[in-house]
């Protein structure tokens, strides 16, 4: 298990860190492939707040709590945490299928919202499939696992490399993670590769679609979770795609009734 704290606007000491740790290892027993933890800790005010993110046997868990002292809100997210795992863990063991899902009421500006995540299909598409899909679906943005047309190709895109297409003013984009960055592990979305699509044709049985590449990438920001929370809570925009600088990943947020769900990849 991969566990990495930081700190924001607070030093995260060695003492708070081996506490944080220590309580981490509680939730190890819910899961046969623990893959990583993700803790962000921060201090707004009075508030000391701590948001975790749990990738584990194909799901991502979510939750943030705040406390008067960072200890306390240690122990209240394990908490929170062990029983929305357990809550899931149920859940999945009634029905055979469920969807790949995660549930947490966030506390944002004083009103409770309701944050659900969702995995894609790991099942790879090449871009002219995904962008059908996306049409037939009526959607308007659509996440998914880069195919490789080649198989003989090198590049193997079978594990971390995703790409999202979106709706921009009258037109499409398309923006994927350079696969070069995905193997180095270091992401700087000015370089991402963003394309312009050209439809001339979305008849799903001759398709006609360009992917005219861009000099640069404008459109797609480095942020948290939370601060794409805030961004779409703003108003303007019913999606965002932005790239999760907590998970190290392409995500789309957007809005559904007074909810909010995020496409995340299925790693």
Same mark, same amino acid.
């Given at each position: 298990?991969?566990?990495?704290?930081?700190?924001?606007?607070?030093?995260?000491?060695?003492?708070?860190?081996?506490?944080?740790?220590?309580?981490?290892?509680?939730?190890?027993?819910?899961?046969?492939?623990?893959?990583?933890?993700?803790?962000?800790?921060?201090?707004?005010?009075?508030?000391?707040?701590?948001?975790?993110?749990?990738?584990?046997?194909?799901?991502?868990?979510?939750?943030?709590?705040?406390?008067?002292?960072?200890?306390?809100?240690?122990?209240?997210?394990?908490?929170?945490?062990?029983?929305?795992?357990?809550?899931?863990? +149920?859940? *999945? @063991? =009634?029905?055979? !299928?469920?969807?790949?899902?995660?549930?947490?009421?966030? #506390?944002?500006?004083?009103?409770?919202?309701?944050?659900?995540?969702?995995?894609?299909?790991?099942?790879?598409?090449?871009?002219?499939?995904?962008?059908?899909?996306?049409?037939?679906?009526?959607?308007?943005?659509?996440?998914?696992?880069?195919?490789?047309?080649?198989?003989?190709?090198?590049?193997?895109?079978?594990?971390?490399?995703?790409?999202?297409?979106?709706?921009?003013?009258?037109?499409?984009?398309?923006?994927?993670?350079?696969?070069?960055?995905?193997?180095?592990?270091?992401?700087?979305?000015?370089?991402?590769?963003?394309?312009?699509? +050209?439809? *001339? @044709? =979305?008849?799903? !049985?001759?398709?006609?679609?360009?992917?005219?590449?861009? #000099?640069?990438?404008?459109?797609?920001?480095?942020?948290?979770?939370?601060?794409?929370?805030?961004?779409?809570?703003?108003?303007?925009?019913?999606?965002?795609?932005?790239?999760?600088?907590?998970?190290?990943?392409?995500?789309?947020?957007?809005?559904?009734?007074?909810?909010?769900?995020?496409?995340?990849?299925?790693?």
């Amino acid at each position: 298990m991969n566990i990495t704290i930081t700190g924001r606007n607070f030093e995260v000491t060695s003492d708070v860190r081996e506490y944080a740790e220590k309580r981490i290892k509680k939730i190890e027993k819910y899961f046969n492939q623990l893959i990583e933890v993700l803790v962000v800790m921060n201090v707004q005010k009075l508030d000391h707040i701590v948001d975790i993110l749990v990738n584990g046997d194909g799901v991502q868990f979510y939750a943030i709590q705040k406390a008067g002292d960072m200890y306390s809100s240690i122990d209240l997210i394990i908490d929170k945490m062990e029983k929305q795992i357990s809550r899931y863990k +149920d859940r *999945q @063991s =009634d029905r055979k !299928a469920v969807t790949h899902e995660m549930i947490e009421k966030i #506390d944002l500006e004083n009103q409770g919202v309701d944050l659900h995540l969702y995995q894609v299909s790991n099942k790879p598409k090449t871009d002219v499939e995904a962008f059908l899909e996306m049409k037939l679906e009526n959607r308007e943005f659509i996440l998914f696992k880069k195919g490789v047309p080649d198989v003989k190709s090198d590049l193997d895109y079978a594990n971390k490399n995703y790409a999202v297409i979106y709706k921009s003013g009258d037109g499409f984009k398309m923006v994927e993670v350079p696969f070069a960055q995905v193997q180095e592990a270091r992401f700087d979305p000015k370089s991402f590769m963003e394309c312009d699509l +050209d439809v *001339q @044709s =979305d008849s799903p !049985a001759k398709p006609k679609v360009k992917f005219r590449p861009k #000099d640069c990438c404008t459109d797609i920001e480095k942020i948290s979770l939370m601060d794409a929370l805030q961004k779409l809570s703003g108003g303007g925009r019913e999606f965002l795609p932005f790239f999760n600088s907590e998970t190290k990943s392409l995500n789309v947020m957007y809005k559904k009734g007074r909810r909010f769900e995020v496409m995340v990849p299925a790693f």
